[in-house]
């Protein structure tokens, strides 16, 4: 009790993440496919609607979920819409950063036709992504955390954006991430 007021005040007071948030990043981490895309949908048709930085990302999770909860033919427009707001962005290296993963997790999935039907509709939607964008170099980027302690999200290099050479931001919640103390 003691311990859980204490990380709530913290939390108040480091930043106000959507309890949603944090209950759709648990019950994707537990393994609840259909109710952390329920949940994730609903949070990436709010910050769509408010044009906001992180609907992408949001999207893709929601399509994500989907995928892993066996529901292909919901989770394709997620996937679709969050890859192609990274391409009405014209955030080319996220863009393809993110298409080489849902690609290569439909794919491990055997979900070859579908990985080629995105694939050939990237094709139309932001034809020349890929001269703007190459595979990220080897970096020496401090270790993140594997989760945002703020909202519980899974941290990926490659979802995070750099605030400076020891800070990244969360791409789920906006929260300052650092590499945790020894
Ligand atoms: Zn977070």
């Given at each position: 009790m003691r311990r859980r007021f204490h990380r709530q005040a913290r939390k108040?007071?480091?930043?106000?993440?959507?309890?949603?948030?944090?209950?759709?990043?648990?019950?994707?981490?537990?393994g609840d496919f259909g109710r952390a895309a329920e949940l994730f949908e609903r949070i990436a048709e709010g910050a769509d609607a408010r044009g906001g930085p992180r609907a992408p990302l949001l999207h893709l999770?929601?399509?994500?979920?989907?995928?892993?909860?066996?529901?292909?033919?919901l989770g394709l427009p997620s996937i679709k819409r969050g890859l192609g707001l990274f391409a009405e962005r014209r955030q080319f290296q996220r863009l393809v950063?993110?298409?080489?993963?849902?690609?290569?997790?439909?794919?491990?999935?055997?979900?070859?036709?579908?990985?080629?039907?995105?694939?050939?509709?990237?094709?139309?939607?932001?034809?020349?992504?890929?001269?703007?964008?190459?595979?990220?170099?080897?970096?020496?980027?401090?270790?993140l955390p594997t989760h945002c302690p703020q909202c519980g999200a899974a941290l990926r290099p490659d979802e995070v954006e750099w605030l400076d050479e020891v800070t990244a931001e969360c791409g789920y919640c906006g929260s300052p991430v650092r590499e945790e103390d020894p």
């Open positions: 108040a007071f480091a930043r106000q993440i959507p309890p949603i948030l944090q209950e759709a990043n648990l019950a994707f981490d537990k999770q929601a399509g994500r979920a989907r995928i892993y909860a066996g529901q292909t033919a950063n993110a298409q080489t993963r849902a690609l290569s997790e439909l794919k491990e999935r055997g979900l070859v036709n579908e990985a080629a039907e995105i694939d050939a509709w990237l094709k139309t939607i932001a034809p020349s992504a890929n001269e703007f964008a190459t595979p990220l170099p080897p970096s020496k980027k401090p270790v």
